[in-house]
């Protein structure tokens, strides 16, 4: 029978927050690194400036990143609701503007054993 362990997103320190500051894939922040279990990832976005920002996570690889606009000032914006993940892959996330304190994801992993 399978197990679910629910776990924070391997890229933040005891659950907190990960903060999104770089414009390009090369320098995006790694928001988790899969192991080869199986991961049910949960991740949310929020933006603290007074501009929309892009969020672009990578899932596992750089093409065809998903892409969402996180409104000005917002609370928790869905952006991985339960994606399914594997094999030493990692999700990474890069942002539309510069800015070192705009846009922040949090989330949890379900790791499948």
Known sequence: MATFTREPLSG???GTPIAITSTISDN???????DTNKHEIYLFA????????????????????????????SGQV????????TGNKVVRGY?????????????WVNKIT
């Open 78 to 85: 869905p952006v991985l609701p339960g994606s399914f993940l």
């Open 95 to 107: 942002c539309s503007t510069v800015s070192t304190a705009a846009l922040f994801v949090s989330g």
């Open 12 to 14: 933040s320190t005891s």
């Open 46 to 73: 929020w933006n603290i400036s007074t501009a929309a920002v892009d969020l672009f996570t990578e899932i596992g690889s750089t093409v065809g990143p998903v892409i969402q606009s996180i409104p000005a000032r």
């Open 28 to 34: 995006g922040a790694t928001i988790h690194t899969c």
